[in-house]
Nanobody, 120 residues
């Protein structure tokens, strides 16, 4: 069974850092687009960052540029979102997702989500 498992969420103060990890089943990420989304209370889910697992530029929404960095560990099949200088507006449930077709418009695998709370 294909699974995406997130970890690393928690409570942090403004300006702090958190590191989220997304572990995929073996082979899940090959040829896929892997991304992070988030959903804050009362808001729609939004794309945060993503890349093609096999290479290429990483895409970020403007509000996280310069603060968040997405990376990969090919040997462990893990995608990482390093979040620095966190702000209250970053508070949300963060989801890892994969589009196994390689198409940013077709995310077909989702993790269970991990809560990130930034306190002021």
């Amino acid at each position: 069974q294909v699974q995406l498992v997130e970890s690393g969420g928690g409570l942090v103060q403004v300006g702090g850092s958190l590191r989220l990890s997304c572990a995929g089943s073996r082979g899940t990420f090959s040829s896929a687009v892997v991304a992070w989304f988030r959903q804050a209370p009362g808001k729609e889910r939004e794309f945060v960052a993503g890349f093609h697992w096999n290479g290429g530029d990483t895409q970020y929404i403007d509000s996280v540029k310069g603060r968040f960095t997405m990376s990969r560990d090919n040997t462990k099949n893990i995608a990482v979102l390093q979040m620095n200088d966190l702000r209250p507006e970053d508070t949300a449930v963060y989801y890892c997702a994969a589009a196994t077709s390689g198409d940013y418009a077709r995310f077909n695998l989702w993790g269970q989500g991990t809560q990130v709370t930034v306190s002021s």
